[in-house]
């Protein structure tokens, strides 16, 4: 088993993307402000490349490969923001890449993907495994496995979203933070150990999967089937044997939001602060929404994961 990251592997992720990534602008609305009653602080990583936080990790992943693996490739699974990441990170360290997506992703994240030149295989998210297709592609063809949270690199670069954050504004008292596997979630717990101990960290996810909420409150990981919700990317199943111990030591709890709840937030991204922002980076400003009360008067931080949606889904959405 690898071992876990420490926020030491946060920054040296930092350096590593040093002029690869984008540092994204943090946004603030005093429309927002007024109706929660708090001093909100958004971390726009829907404006990282390729449209998502995913850039991050799937570049610190690649970008320590030794130059046989670089040679013989990648694989990894999603349903299409590591996808895109993945494929991205390899293009531009002349790498093969090959992406094992499900049947119902959403077209615009099937296309970059192919668009950045990776090859993709297609699998149904109900019946079939992903993690055992790419383990079995790996195998076959020897390439290097790279998963979407469940890595320590890949943990450590998303950490760099929430350092950025930490170091850009002063005294945050929390931050919600999207959850589907944990990698996000793990690597701002990182980032905050070192950079904001004082920092109350929330992690939220879909109604309909709350496999992190149960685990964390457990004290084990819980498996469940593959949740129904509009959050493709937090369509998860289990959290990671990586992420959820750090999650478990620095992270104060796990909230849920439904899909209804998702739609809302995404509408005031769109009227308020003009954005687009797909389900899943909707996550942690939907609580926060639902639970202004509890964090009036306070400088609070939202990391928006993503902003890659279906422009006709997106319509069809904000109609409801």
Not at 181 to 192: E, P
């Amino acid at each position: 088993m690898n071992p876990l990251p420490s926020p030491a592997d946060v920054r040296a992720a930092a350096e590593r993307l040093r002029g690869h990534a984008h540092r994204t602008p943090v946004a603030t609305s005093r429309r927002v402000d007024g109706e929660t009653g708090a001093c909100v602080f958004f971390k726009c990583e829907n404006l990282q490349r390729m449209g998502a936080f995913k850039f991050r990790g799937a570049f610190t992943a690649l970008s320590r490969l030794a130059d046989a693996q670089r040679r013989a490739g990648v694989v990894a699974y999603s349903s299409g923001n590591h996808a895109q990441a993945v494929a991205l990170a390899a293009r531009i360290l002349d790498m093969p890449a090959t992406i094992v997506m499900p049947h119902d992703a959403p077209r615009s994240k099937v296309a970059a993907t192919l668009g950045y030149g990776a090859r993709v295989v297609g699998y149904d998210r109900v019946t079939e495994d992903r993690e055992r297709i790419g383990a079995a592609l790996a195998a076959e063809h020897g390439l290097t496995l790279v998963p979407p949270y469940d890595h320590p690199d890949v943990i450590a670069g998303q950490g760099t979203a929430a350092l950025e954050l930490f170091e850009d504004v002063d005294g945050l008292d929390a931050l919600f933070v999207c959850l589907g596997g944990g990698g996000l979630l793990a690597g701002s717990a990182l980032a905050a150990e070192a950079a904001a101990p004082t920092c109350r960290l929330f992690g939220v996810e879909p109604a309909a999967g709350d496999d992190g909420q149960r685990s964390f409150r457990s004290g084990e990981i819980v498996h469940i089937p593959t949740p129904d919700t509009i959050a493709d990317g937090a369509q998860t199943q289990h959290l990671g044997t990586l992420t959820f111990p750090i999650i478990r030591r620095r992270v104060t709890d796990i909230h849920t939001v439904t899909d209804a709840e998702l739609v809302d937030a995404m509408r005031v991204f769109a009227s308020t602060l003009k954005m687009v922002v797909e389900p899943t980076g909707c996550l942690a400003f939907a609580a926060l929404r639902r639970l202004a009360p509890e964090f009036a008067g306070q400088r609070v931080g939202v990391l928006v994961s993503g902003g890659n949606v279906d422009l006709d889904r997106y319509a069809t959405l904000l109609a409801r």
